[in-house]
């Protein structure tokens, strides 16, 4: 027949338009919308009836940390991600998203030096377990060496497609002097690859860490008093400053606080080519959340502590709201990154403060729940970051589109459409034009779910909590489609970990933004060149 799936009846949501269309899919590609298909048409395709539902582009998660271990993860000591490709890319698709770019990560190990060499282990531990679904790569760059950016920066991107480095400007094994991430950020642009930044000033925590410690004030709830707005804001300044010196577009991720959200929207008030991403975090929990558990100085509280941390109170929840709502923030991502509480390797290798026997007894499985009421070890210790790859987009349907502060539209365009286009994936993804390919998710936003409240038991991640359990959701995905075969469906999943494909991807599609800067042979951009 025509077709080898038809999706009927849905209204069709783009980042652009809402209509009734029916959709054709043939060999996993978008293959004809049309308003209304006749039974010649549909022949014996496989039917999906969108009826009262609403038809979108499958979500684009483009910050997701699958695989990183105890040299690759973000604090270089302890801390060993959950999920891997397998699991990671499972827990994503069972919330809606049909892609996902992951973080290949550099260390300062000399054997480290080859980006490629990076890029090629990474890439096997993908192939090592497959995915559900098609997957990309950024590059994580904390070393600054000349040669190999010179001549392998060429190689990521022709050979993989690779069209994003990530910097940090804080932890000790990653963070980039402000002369190195001039250096990295000039080679980046020269190889049209997007710089995103991790921005906090590091040296700010290192000295409001050690004056907490020096107080014994070790609790988790410490974390954000060791990273107050400020340090966020500082950094995201300087970073503004530093790409306008070189004339390069810069992209920050995981905006955390509206003090940074105000420094980014007065940079692109200015005209430059500054990109923002923010996250589930920062949009539901606030400094609160990490007193929630027994007792303020309670170790679970550990299971909320992410970099940046969200804001102190509900305010800046509003404040990034608004800013997804007027552009300040181009794409909406998860920051998926999966620790289990109750691991030495995850949460609890905050308590390696009490030594080898501490670590001793966690890796013995003497009851960590008793160790974690016992108040003791530090909040420096703890890996950062919390997991949300799969509540990402039901998260923001419920408090976003159902509540009215964004419509469908901003939703297609911010979870799925702007991270295709900004990660040089556009319109193969987050689209829904003949062409492209047939990724697509189904909503009900009317009485197609009742709501219900979240426990960890619903997810398909390999971490042992979510940081939402308890809080109602009043939507999920009753539909999900990868490449035209539907691999999540009424809650089954479908699909298997042999489905997803490595996706080489192109530059940025918004824009380089170089036309905001002035052709003048006297700017930096032009004579450091000569
Ligand atoms: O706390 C966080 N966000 N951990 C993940 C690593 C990163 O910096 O994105
Ligand atoms: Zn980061
Ligand atoms: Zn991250
Ligand atoms: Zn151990």
């Given at each position: 027949?025509?077709?080898?799936?038809?999706v009927?009846?849905?209204?069709?949501?783009?980042?652009?338009?809402?209509?009734?269309?029916?959709?054709?899919?043939?060999d996993?590609?978008?293959?004809?919308?049309a308003?209304?298909?006749?039974?010649e048409?549909?022949?014996?395709?496989?039917?999906?009836?969108?009826?009262?539902?609403?038809?979108?582009p499958?979500?684009?998660?483009?910050h997701?940390?699958?695989?990183?271990?105890q040299k690759t993860?973000?604090?270089?000591?302890?801390?060993?991600?959950?999920?891997?490709?397998e699991?990671?890319?499972?827990s994503?698709?069972?919330?809606?998203?049909?892609?996902?770019i992951a973080?290949a990560?550099?260390s300062?190990?000399e054997?480290?030096?080859s980006?490629?060499?990076?890029?090629e282990?990474?890439?096997?531990?993908a192939?090592e377990?497959?995915?559900?679904?098609?997957?990309?790569?950024?590059?994580?760059i904390v070393?600054d060496?000349?040669?190999v950016l010179?001549?392998?920066?060429?190689?990521?991107?022709k050979?993989?497609?690779?069209?994003?480095c990530?910097?940090?400007?804080?932890y000790?094994?990653?963070?980039?002097?402000d002369?190195?991430?001039l250096d990295?950020m000039?080679a980046?642009l020269?190889?049209?690859?997007t710089?995103?930044?991790?921005?906090e000033?590091?040296?700010?925590?290192?000295?409001l860490?050690?004056?907490?410690?020096?107080?014994?004030?070790?609790?988790?709830?410490?974390?954000?008093?060791?990273?107050?707005?400020?340090?966020?804001?500082?950094?995201a300044?300087?970073?503004?400053?530093?790409?306008?010196?070189?004339?390069?577009?810069?992209l920050?991720v995981?905006?955390?606080s509206?003090a940074?959200?105000?420094?980014?929207?007065?940079?692109?008030?200015?005209g430059?080519?500054v990109?923002?991403e923010?996250?589930p975090?920062?949009l539901n929990?606030?400094?609160e959340?990490?007193?929630r558990?027994?007792?303020?100085?309670?170790f679970?509280?550990?299971?909320?502590?992410?970099?940046?941390?969200p804001?102190?109170?509900?305010s800046?929840?509003?404040?990034l709201?608004?800013?997804?709502?007027?552009?300040t923030?181009?794409?909406f991502?998860?920051?998926?990154?999966p620790?289990k509480?109750?691991?030495?390797?995850?949460k609890?290798?905050?308590?390696?403060?009490h030594?080898?026997?501490?670590?001793?007894?966690s890796?013995?499985?003497i009851?960590?729940?008793?160790?974690a009421?016992?108040k003791?070890?530090s909040f420096?210790?703890v890996?950062?970051?919390?997991?949300?790859?799969?509540?990402?987009?039901p998260?923001?349907?419920t408090?976003?589109?159902?509540?009215?502060?964004?419509?469908?539209q901003?939703?297609?365009?911010?979870?799925s459409?702007n991270?295709?286009?900004?990660?040089g994936?556009?319109p193969?993804?987050?689209?829904?034009l003949?062409?492209s390919?047939?990724?697509?998710?189904?909503?009900?936003?009317?009485?197609?779910?009742t709501?219900?409240k979240?426990?960890?038991e619903h997810?398909?991640h390999?971490?042992?909590?979510?940081p939402?359990?308890?809080?109602?959701?009043?939507?999920?995905?009753r539909?999900?489609?990868?490449?035209?075969?539907?691999?999540?469906?009424?809650?089954?999943?479908?699909?298997?970990?042999r489905?997803g494909?490595?996706?080489?991807?192109?530059?940025?599609?918004l824009?380089?933004?170089?036309?905001?800067f002035?052709k003048d042979?006297?700017?930096?951009?032009?004579?450091?060149?000569?």
């Amino acid at each position: 027949s025509k077709f080898d799936l038809v999706v009927l009846n849905g209204v069709v949501v783009t980042a652009s338009d809402t209509s009734s269309f029916d959709i054709g899919i043939k060999d996993g590609k978008i293959h004809t919308l049309a308003p209304s298909f006749t039974p010649e048409d549909i022949g014996d395709a496989q039917v999906v009836d969108a009826e009262g539902g609403m038809v979108m582009p499958g979500g684009v998660d483009a910050h997701v940390h699958l695989c990183q271990d105890q040299k690759t993860g973000p604090l270089g000591l302890g801390g060993q991600c959950a999920d891997d490709f397998e699991t990671g890319s499972r827990s994503a698709v069972c919330g809606g998203t049909t892609t996902i770019i992951a973080f290949a990560k550099q260390s300062r190990d000399e054997e480290d030096r080859s980006l490629l060499k990076v890029v090629e282990a990474y890439s096997a531990r993908a192939e090592e377990t497959g995915s559900y679904i098609d997957y990309a790569f950024h590059i994580i760059i904390v070393r600054d060496d000349k040669d190999v950016l010179q001549t392998e920066l060429p190689v990521l991107v022709k050979k993989w497609g690779i069209t994003s480095c990530k910097l940090f400007m804080t932890y000790k094994t990653m963070q980039l002097q402000d002369y190195q991430l001039l250096d990295v950020m000039l080679a980046a642009l020269d190889n049209s690859i997007t710089t995103m930044i991790h921005a906090e000033n590091g040296d700010m925590i290192t000295w409001l860490a050690e004056k907490l410690e020096s107080k014994g004030m070790l609790a988790p709830y410490y974390h954000a008093l060791s990273r107050p707005p400020s340090v966020e804001g500082e950094a995201a300044n300087r970073a503004i400053v530093l790409a306008e010196l070189i004339e390069s577009p810069i992209l920050f991720v995981h905006v955390g606080s509206s003090a940074s959200a105000n420094i980014i929207r007065a940079a692109q008030t200015r005209g430059l080519p500054v990109f923002a991403e923010t996250c589930p975090q920062y949009l539901n929990l606030t400094w609160e959340d990490l007193k929630r558990f027994h007792s303020p100085d309670c170790f679970e509280n550990s299971k909320m502590i992410c970099s940046p941390p969200p804001g102190p109170d509900s305010s800046d929840q509003d404040a990034l709201y608004l800013g997804l709502h007027n552009g300040t923030f181009t794409v909406f991502s998860s920051d998926h990154c999966p620790y289990k509480y109750n691991d030495p390797h995850g949460k609890m290798a905050g308590m390696l403060e009490h030594g080898p026997s501490m670590h001793r007894a966690s890796c013995e499985g003497i009851s960590l729940p008793e160790l974690a009421k016992s108040k003791t070890g530090s909040f420096k210790l703890v890996p950062n970051g919390i997991p949300g790859v799969e509540t990402r987009l039901p998260l923001l349907f419920t408090r976003g589109v159902t509540a009215g502060r964004i419509t469908p539209q901003k939703f297609v365009e911010l979870t799925s459409t702007n991270p295709a286009k900004l990660y040089g994936l556009y319109p193969q993804k987050g689209a829904l034009l003949p062409g492209s390919d047939a990724d697509i998710v189904i909503w009900y936003p009317e009485g197609g779910l009742t709501p219900f409240k979240l426990t960890n038991e619903h997810l398909h991640h390999n971490v042992d909590y979510t940081p939402y359990e308890g809080m109602e959701f009043a939507n999920w995905p009753r539909y999900t489609l990868s490449r035209g075969q539907v691999v999540w469906a009424n809650g089954k999943l479908l699909g298997t970990p042999r489905d997803g494909r490595y996706l080489k991807r192109g530059p940025n599609q918004l824009g380089k933004g170089v036309a905001h800067f002035k052709k003048d042979p006297r700017t930096v951009a032009t004579w450091v060149r000569e």
